[in-house]
């Protein structure tokens, strides 16, 4: 079964950082598109960042460009999202979640069970 | 960037009924469009790509429709396991998108 499985989520003061990952395991990795998407307490999906099967384009929500950073490990089929300058409203539960086909534009077939981001002093 | 307007933001209907729920993009996404599904504590489902497109495995009783501006999702006879938060996203450019969402209550 293609799985995602992500991790390193926690609490964290406000301007710190925290490095997430994602797993993939049971699909050709490095054809697909890779996405965060994330939900705040009681509130709905948000896009956070794309990155390309080749990890040569990514695209970012202006809420946390210059502060996140999106990569992938092509050899360790293994997403990451490196999160600094953490603030309040960035608290939420976070997804990696594959593309449904090329590209983006076929949504998101896959997704991880999320990991909880919380940002408190 | 493009909004994404869902409506109604809840709806309560009974197992049975037929629910529709629509989309409005704030301009033409051609059938760049997805919906999925979300259950409380879990990650949302891809239920229609493409507008209209039924994703392998998710039940016929789902459909899509639409292409430009306008879209709907509907379900024909509402089943218990449908009782949820329902989210349309526009898959056309980025930012990416999504709707604030549908809850799916039983009335």
Same mark, same amino acid.
């Given at each position: 079964?293609?799985?995602?499985?992500?991790?390193? $989520?926690?609490?964290?003061?406000?301007?710190?950082?925290?490095?997430?990952?994602?797993?993939?395991?049971?699909?050709?990795?490095?054809?697909?598109?890779?996405?965060?998407?994330?939900?705040?307490?009681?509130?709905?999906?948000?896009?956070?960042?794309?990155?390309?099967?080749?990890?040569?384009?990514?695209?970012?929500?202006?809420?946390?460009?210059?502060?996140?950073?999106?990569?992938?490990?092509?050899?360790?089929?293994?997403?990451?999202?490196?999160?600094?300058?953490?603030?309040?409203?960035?608290?939420?539960?976070?997804?990696?979640?594959?593309?449904?086909?090329? $590209?983006?534009?076929?949504?998101?077939?896959?997704?991880?069970?999320?990991?909880?981001?919380?940002?408190?002093? | 960037?493009?909004?994404?307007?869902?409506?109604?933001?809840?709806?309560?209907?009974?197992?049975?009924?037929?629910?529709?729920?629509?989309?409005?993009?704030?301009?033409?996404?051609?059938?760049?469009?997805?919906?999925?599904?979300?259950?409380?504590?879990?990650?949302?489902?891809?239920?229609?790509?493409?507008?209209?497109?039924?994703?392998?495995?998710?039940?016929?009783?789902?459909?899509?429709?639409?292409?430009?501006?306008?879209?709907?999702?509907?379900?024909?006879?509402?089943?218990?396991?449908?009782?949820?938060?329902?989210?349309?996203?526009?898959?056309?450019?980025?930012?990416?998108?999504?709707?604030?969402?549908?809850?799916?209550?039983?009335?």
């Amino acid at each position: 079964e293609v799985q995602l499985l992500e991790s390193g $989520g926690g609490l964290v003061q406000p301007g710190g950082s925290l490095r997430l990952s994602c797993a993939a395991s049971r699909f050709t990795f490095t054809s697909y598109a890779m996405s965060w998407v994330r939900q705040a307490p009681g509130k709905g999906l948000e896009w956070v960042s794309t990155i390309s099967g080749s990890g040569g384009r990514t695209d970012y929500a202006e809420s946390v460009k210059g502060r996140f950073t999106i990569s992938r490990d092509n050899s360790k089929n293994t997403l990451y999202l490196q999160m600094n300058s953490l603030r309040a409203e960035d608290m939420a539960v976070y997804y990696c979640a594959k593309a449904a086909g090329s $590209g983006t534009y076929h949504g998101m077939d896959v997704w991880g069970q999320g990991t909880s981001v919380t940002v408190s002093s | 960037d493009i909004q994404m307007t869902q409506s109604p933001s809840s709806v309560s209907a009974s197992v049975g009924d037929r629910v529709t729920i629509t989309c409005r993009a704030s301009q033409d996404i051609s059938f760049y469009l997805a919906w999925y599904q979300q259950k409380p504590g879990k990650a949302p489902n891809l239920l229609i790509y493409v507008a209209s497109s039924l994703q392998s495995g998710v039940p016929s009783r789902f459909s899509g429709s639409g292409s430009g501006t306008d879209f709907t999702l509907t379900i024909s006879s509402l089943q218990p396991e449908d009782f949820a938060t329902y989210y349309c996203q526009q898959a056309n450019s980025f930012p990416l998108t999504f709707g604030g969402g549908t809850k799916v209550e039983i009335k």
